[in-house]
């Protein structure tokens, strides 16, 4: 085993972030982490590579404990990793990235450069070159070896990350998120990529959210999920276990989501969709805008059967999903952008308008969809997106289904809504009946728990 | 002509006080404290051809030392702080070695510091010294360390996780950052004949600031040109020297909003390189870039 | 005689106060630490030097005059050296704002000349007597016009709608943008309201020292932001309470150490290097900002 994770714990100012995690990586393996956004997969990474210590536990790397090291330290053993969010060194080049990843293995310090003593250092220094374009080769961008890395599009500013993370030779590499931002041509050569730098015998503990990918290629699955390790195991075993399931709250190959759900929105209300994690809630959401398509049961729209019809074509009649992430939600951003007929796409990096594609292909929208709008943000912003949100009502004439942990919030300016659990509709009411009901208070109605990042 | 020669001078010393706020700079560091160094290097440089009766050149090294070594242990606490809480605790700093020196008789207090052996050779010192650090700088631009040092100053954490040592390299560019400065201290010393704790305030240090700023911060030809020219052209714009300092806060503002990386970016230093190596077709200090045959 | 230098310290740390006050609403809707602050406030006590000393109106026209003038400078400094900057390169405000503090400081010595300008009696000064103790008018004034506006700030920013804008810009300004909130006009109103603050403390050191001088700027610049670092960053009540704190300790210490060593002024300085050295984070911790 090369790396041994016992009994971890991580506080963050009072917040439990990770709770008695406890994680085996044999040598060698691709071993995958995956779980819903929150559950402390890149703080155990963030652990792992030295940039936070462990409140309580330890963290063993070829059977000694590595607790104390520093990150630079931890890289010289062989450990080395990728970040969720691209962290190249923007304004050097691709090559010169690189290069600082055999920084750890090389030596030629300060006064060595200066004086220049004998020709070891110019020798290290083409070496290191060398081996640089080597990487660059492995990863398929050797091309790209003199453009300033932040120029270079997306995917392959990953892959320069990937290279440099190769550059220290490491034994156990760590990706994070790699295939984030990737579109599927992409995605599938990183996988291949991912299975060659295994195939070398490089040990790769990989976090991901492309659940195609993790089937396809992880040997071991770990599942953490609120900071806690809930499943472990092979890729068929995890796709089967009914904790996994229960965490997750979207089909993943076969998963079964949401069960004999039975809604109704009528022009000009706000509705209101409220539950736990992994209720089914935004699975729903996604049903009805398109992105996942329903085994069973129909979706009718302004008397249309819309079940199995992909977005953009929803999109045209006039259903239009806001997209989650970062809580963004914009009356401005939204309005101007419907009047000029733009469809928003948001990814990691913030939300970039697509514009064109927009133009072609939007109608005057009447059935918003709007998924955790306030996620993530401050009470007083929170307030500020309630009142868009009625605005938009009645200003607009928008009809409005959204999915709130902020329930409290949202029944005030809700007319009716609906509770999930565990995938199906269990209570729906008013808004006032809901309000009032004391289970609904007691589950839901309380402060949602914050989350850690990952 | 005696005029053109003491205004290069100047130009020399000012020179070498912007590339030592650029080394520290490179890993991220800002300092306020380089006048405080420069001041420390001066005292120090003077006192030992006054009082002590050295030579010139072992006194200027001297002075290079100290401020080095006070240079290494403000270094320590500076290595958490970052951005403007830097720019405070150096400024902090510069301001208490000028309220030190202002309080000590030994080396004239308030009043100053007068009868330092006059060098005649300042210029030839001072260019010979800044010879030196482009060959050091060139050299750094393309080694090892140099790469590590932009990797601090871009990115800390990322740098450290990639198994870069971040506190010895921001630690040891701190402290040469300190010991260039002492040294031009020092020149300037012996080139004033008189010193005086007010000549190393806020103001000056912000002024080396203003002339890396201005020339360039992606490279360390920036910080060159920079103090040259807000050196000289001054001099020979009569109206403009009396303006000198609003025209270097206005200088500042404006580069900001037109041209952040300053005037010198590392794409025209670039092409000059290419352009000169066309000319002459033959590699430059370094080494050759990928993707270029051997031979021509 | 305690009670008069708590009187005083109190008085001192309320100018502080106003002065950090100002600092950490401009920190909070931009993240920026505005370095010019220092000179605005002192551009307002020479404001307030001209519109009350040499035209002769009372103080209570005069000051807010003096306000006035200082919130427009504030505004000025934004849409010149701030709000065009490129947004990219994270050093740029500190630097522009550097570059004001050079250029307002250089001018006010070539309008003012280097050395310290007499700050006329605006009012008069009567002693009170309290017991055994006496307060000038002065003090009462000065704590009396701080305290006010301390009060009619923290009103403002919780009760209007301007301040539930400021509150929002401070969490998240990319959020706050999308949900309409003019987050240009927000940073433009701050500035003025911080400026207009500092230039109410300008007034008021003035009134208090007797004199003033171009160079007051980069002290009470200083003040400022040890203030803030003590009273964590974006943190306004911090920032009260830390100012009248730091003002406190300067007033003992002159009374404790001996008067030979001129340390009043790097008094701070030496705090500040140790809270940044120990705490960097404030002694009330930072807000955390989204975004």
Avoid at chain 2, 184 to 195: D, K, L, N, R, T
Avoid at chain 3, 59 to 78: E, K, Q
Wanted: charged residues 15%; hydrophobic residues 50%.
């Amino acid at each position: 085993m090369i790396l041994e994770i016992k009994n971890i714990i991580k506080y963050f100012d009072g917040f439990c972030a990770l709770m008695n995690v406890g994680l085996g990586v044999e040598e060698n393996a691709l071993h995958a982490i995956i779980g819903p956004n929150g559950a402390g997969k890149t703080t155990l990474f963030n652990l792992i590579s030295g940039m936070f210590d462990v409140s309580e536990g330890k963290i063993d790397f070829r059977k000694r404990p590595i607790d104390g090291l520093k990150p630079h330290q931890r890289a010289r053993l062989g450990i080395s990793r990728t970040f969720q969010i691209v962290r190249l060194f923007g304004q050097m080049s691709v090559l010169e990235n690189v290069m600082l990843g055999s920084h750890c293995k090389t030596k030629s310090g300060l006064l060595k450069t200066f004086f220049r003593i004998s020709t070891k250092e110019l020798e290290e220094e083409k070496i290191t070159r060398e081996n640089a374009m080597r990487w660059l080769e492995f990863v398929g961008i050797p091309h790209k070896a003199d453009q300033v890395a932040v120029n270079l599009p997306h995917a392959e500013q990953r892959l320069v990350e990937i290279a440099r993370a190769l550059g220290q030779d490491p034994d156990l590499l760590l990706l994070d998120e790699p295939a984030a931002g990737m579109n599927p041509k992409e995605t599938l050569d990183l996988e291949s990529l991912i299975v060659k730098i295994n195939e070398m015998g490089k040990t790769v503990l990989l976090i991901e959210h492309n659940m195609d990918l993790v089937m396809e290629i992880s040997h071991v699955i770990s599942v953490l999920n609120f900071g806690a390790k809930i499943a472990e195991g092979k890729p068929s075993e995890i796709q089967k276990n009914p904790a996994v399931i229960e965490a997750f709250s979207a089909g993943y190959g076969g998963v079964l989501a949401i069960k004999d759900v039975s809604i109704q929105v009528n022009p000009g209300e706000v509705v209101v969709l409220i539950g736990a994690n992994g209720a089914g809630k935004s699975t729903l959401l996604r049903t009805i805008s398109g992105a996942l398509k329903p085994r069973e049961g129909q979706i009718v729209y302004q008397d249309q059967k819309i079940d199995g019809v992909k977005p953009h074509a929803v999109v045209k009649m006039g259903l239009v999903q806001v997209p989650e992430g970062r809580g963004i939600l914009g009356r401005m951003t939204v309005k101007e952008n419907l009047e000029m007929g733009a469809y928003l796409r948001s990814d990691k990096d913030g939300i970039t308008a697509d514009m064109e594609k927009g133009r072609a292909l939007m109608a005057k929208p009447q059935l918003l969809l709007m998924d955790e709008p306030s996620l993530g943000l401050a009470p007083v912003l929170v307030e500020f997106i309630i009142d868009t949100i009625d605005e938009l009502r009645m200003q607009e004439g928008l009809t409005i289904l959204l999915v709130e942990q902020n329930a409290n919030q949202a029944l005030t300016i809700a007319d009716r809504g609906y509770v999930m659990e565990t995938g199906r509709i269990v209570l729906e009411g008013d808004s006032r009946t809901l309000r009032n009901n004391e289970e609904v208070q007691r589950a839901y109605l309380g402060k949602s728990g914050r989350m850690a990042d990952g | 002509m005696d005029y053109l020669i003491s205004v290069i001078s100047i130009a020399g010393i000012n020179i070498i006080m912007a590339l030592s706020f650029y080394l520290p700079f490179m890993t991220g560091q800002i300092s306020l404290g380089q006048a405080g160094f420069m001041s420390i290097g001066a005292y120090a440089s003077a006192v030992c051809t006054v009082k002590f009766g050295l030579p010139y050149v072992p006194a200027v090294l001297i002075g290079g030392l100290s401020a080095a070594i006070v240079g290494f242990i403000l270094g320590i606490p500076a290595l958490r702080i970052k951005g403007i809480y830097l720019l405070l605790l150096t400024l902090g700093f510069g301001e208490i070695v000028r309220v030190v020196f202002i309080n000590i008789d030994y080396i004239g207090a308030a009043a100053g510091f007068p009868g330092i052996p006059y060098q005649e050779h300042t210029l030839l010192y001072a260019y010979g010294m800044i010879l030196i650090l482009i060959v050091f700088f060139n050299r750094l631009r393309k080694s090892r360390m140099g790469r590590a040092f932009q990797a601090v100053g871009s990115d800390e954490n990322a740098a450290e996780v990639i198994g870069v040592n971040i506190i010895a390299v921001k630690l040891v560019a701190f402290s040469s950052g300190a010991f260039i400065a002492g040294m031009g201290g020092g020149i300037f010393a012996h080139y004033q004949e008189y010193i005086e704790p007010f000549m190393f305030d806020v103001m000056h240090a912000v002024e080396f600031i203003v002339f890396t700023i201005f020339g360039g911060i992606q490279i360390f030809w920036g910080p060159i040109f920079g103090a040259f020219v807000l050196t000289l052209v001054p001099e020979f714009l009569r109206f403009i020297q009396e303006w000198r300092m609003e025209l270097y806060g206005a200088l500042l503002i404006v580069m900001m909003i037109v041209r952040p990386q300053g005037i010198i970016s590392l794409d025209s230093v670039k092409m000059v390189e290419n352009g000169l190596q066309r000319l002459f077709g033959k590699k430059t200090a370094g080494g050759l870039s990928p993707g270029q045959t051997e031979s021509k | 005689m305690i009670f008069q230098q708590i009187i005083n310290g109190l008085m001192l740390g309320a100018t502080y106060s106003l002065v950090a006050i100002g600092y950490t609403l401009i920190f909070g809707v931009l993240g920026i630490l505005h370095f010019a602050h220092g000179e605005v406030l002192m551009a307002g006590a020479f404001m307030g030097l001209y519109i009350i000393a040499w035209s002769g109106l009372p103080l209570y026209i005069g000051l807010p005059l003096a306000m006035l003038a200082t919130g427009i400078l504030g505004v000025l400094i934004d849409l010149l050296a701030v709000r065009p900057l490129r947004k990219d390169f994270h050093l740029a405000p500190l630097l522009s704002t550097i570059g004001v503090t050079i250029i307002l400081q250089n001018l006010a010595v070539k309008l003012f000349g280097g050395f310290g300008t007499r700050f006329p009696d605006a009012i008069g000064t009567t002693n009170y007597q309290v017991g055994s103790f006496f307060i000038s008018s002065v003090n009462v004034l000065i704590l009396g016009i701080s305290l006010f506006l301390m009060i009619g700030l923290y009103f403002f920013i919780s009760k209007t709608k301007i301040g539930k804008g400021m509150r929002a810009v401070s969490e998240n300004h990319m959020v706050a943008g999308f949900l309409g909130v003019n987050v240009d006009w927000i940073v433009l109103i701050t500035f003025g309201i911080a400026s207009a603050l500092a230039g109410a403390a300008g007034v008021m050191i003035g009134l208090s020292f007797h004199a003033i001088s171009p160079f007051i700027g980069l002290t009470f610049a200083l003040k400022g932001l040890v203030v803030m670092l003590l009273g964590g960053l974006g943190n306004v009540v911090g920032a009260m309470i830390g100012g009248l704190i730091l003002g406190l300790a300067e007033v003992f210490s002159i009374v404790i150490l001996p008067t030979e060593i001129n340390l009043q002024d790097i008094f701070s300085f030496g705090i500040m290097i140790l809270i940044l050295i120990f705490k960097p984070t404030g002694l009330f911790g930072t807000r955390i900002r989204q975004g």
